[in-house]
């Protein structure tokens, strides 16, 4: 459902959906990042690059 005033966009969308995908997989495997890379079915390079994307620089 798209909230009233909200900004939503293609972009925006698949970037929250990729934000919880991951968070699950990795709450699955208790913040395994390479045993979370492969439930997902990707490289642990690949889950690495969206967890920086997901996460404000420090």
Do not use: C, Q
Not at 3 to 32: C, N, P, Q, W, Y
Not at 35 to 45: I, S
Not at 46 to 58: G, H, V
């Amino acid at each position: 459902m798209i909230d009233e005033g909200r900004e939503f966009s293609m972009k925006l969308s698949l970037a929250l959906v990729e934000k919880s995908i991951v968070e699950r997989a990795l709450r699955k495997t208790d913040g395994r990042v390479g045993e979370a890379a492969r439930l997902l079915g990707v490289t642990d390079h690949t889950i690495r690059r969206i967890i920086s994307k997901l996460l404000p620089a420090l």
